[in-house]
Nanobody
Framework: QVQLVESGGGLVQLGGSLRLSCAAS????????MGWYRQAPGKQRELVAS???????SYADSAKGRFTISRDNAKNTGYLQMNSLESDDTAVYYC??????????????WGQGTQVTVSS
């Protein structure tokens, strides 16, 4: 019913920046909360940052001061600006959205993931 497509991942040098995007489409009426998660090899998926429809943001300690989450409600798109990237930021990043569909059903949607690799 709802599709999330991430883009913007890739290979970046230590200290560099990347901007991830997450575009939602499908039978959606409204996107409530959006979030970015990541999963490194051998580790559990963890929440990096989240943002409500009212633009209230929350960050993991590891992301504070370096990452900025934002969204454009008119475009049904979310973003994660990542600066001062560190080796520990290497992971697959997933977009998550809690969506109210046009049938007024709440669904929890995930993107396919985008690889971020920080090289030293």
């Amino acid at each position: 019913q709802v599709q999330l497509v991430e883009s913007g991942g890739g290979l970046v040098q230590l200290g560099g920046s990347l901007r991830l995007s997450c575009a939602a489409s499908g039978r959606l009426f409204r996107i409530n909360e959006m979030g970015w998660y990541r999963q490194a090899p051998g580790k559990q998926r963890e929440l990096v940052a989240s943002i409500t429809r009212e633009m209230v943001t929350s960050y993991a300690d590891s992301a504070k001061g370096r990452f900025t989450i934002s969204r454009d409600n008119a475009k049904n798109t979310g973003y994660l600006q990542m600066n001062s990237l560190e080796s520990d930021d290497t992971a697959v990043y997933y977009c998550n959205a809690r969506v109210l569909t046009i049938t007024l059903t709440l669904v929890d949607s995930w993107g396919q993931g985008t690889q971020v690799t920080v090289s030293s």
